[in-house]
């Protein structure tokens, strides 16, 4: 009578248990934690030193003219948070600042804030203001809208057709011009009260003077 056939001796299973996988768990979510903390120290250390920089009266880089750099006439317009049309291109003879921005960008906020200091003084002056969103689907837009308001028009660029035109290198970006002129200020980075009241007097515009710190 044939023998059965001899089988293996089973071996322990080489599945990890459940005290490794709870393990290796925790291990992971203390990295993507750790991960999360310095991206938030690194977020908001940039907004500070930003403010710091720019409220201790740094150097905010130069005019275009100052650089050599040979920018289109701004003449566009785009479509806007409140609906329809605006832009450099429907106004002639007001003195005129864009700021380029994006929601996710910390130094935008700053330069939000000085420019909504600056916007009542010059309101009823010829000078308009507009906030230049770049790259950003318009329901981003809005809900960081909603949030933080802005006094002056939202103009809407969500595949960058206008800000590829001009050497928008980073954000925010300051573009100060008169009508439908050339530009005569361009600036990459946060640039202060200032230095903005500065370039609109060069460009024709007086206001009362700023309040001392």
Do not use: H
């Amino acid at each position: 009578m044939a023998l059965p056939p001899r089988t293996r001796p089973t071996t322990a299973s080489s599945a990890p248990t459940s005290d490794e996988i709870r393990t290796n768990a925790l291990g992971l979510l203390r990295w993507v934690v750790a991960v999360a903390l310095l991206c938030g120290l690194m977020y908001f250390a940039g907004d500070w030193a930003a403010d710091r920089a720019v409220r201790a009266g740094a150097p905010a880089g130069g005019s275009a003219a100052a650089t050599g750099l040979d920018l289109p006439t701004p003449d566009f317009r785009l479509p806007t948070l409140a609906g329809g049309f605006d832009g450099p291109g429907m106004v002639q003879g007001d003195v005129i600042v864009v700021e380029f921005w994006a929601t996710l960008c910390g130094p935008c906020r700053i330069q939000a804030a000085y420019l909504e200091e600056l916007y009542p003084r010059y309101a009823d002056r010829g000078v308009r203001f507009y906030a230049l969103n770049v790259g950003e689907p318009e329901d981003v837009v809005r809900r960081f809208a909603e949030r933080s308001p802005f006094s002056y028009p939202v103009l809407l660029d969500p595949d960058e057709t206008i800000a590829s035109r001009y050497p928008v290198r980073g954000l925010p970006t300051i573009m100060v011009f008169a009508g439908a002129g050339a530009i005569t200020y361009f600036e990459v980075g946060v640039t202060s009260v200032e230095s903005i009241a500065r370039e609109i007097a060069k460009a024709g515009v007086d206001a009362e003077p700023l309040p001392t710190a």
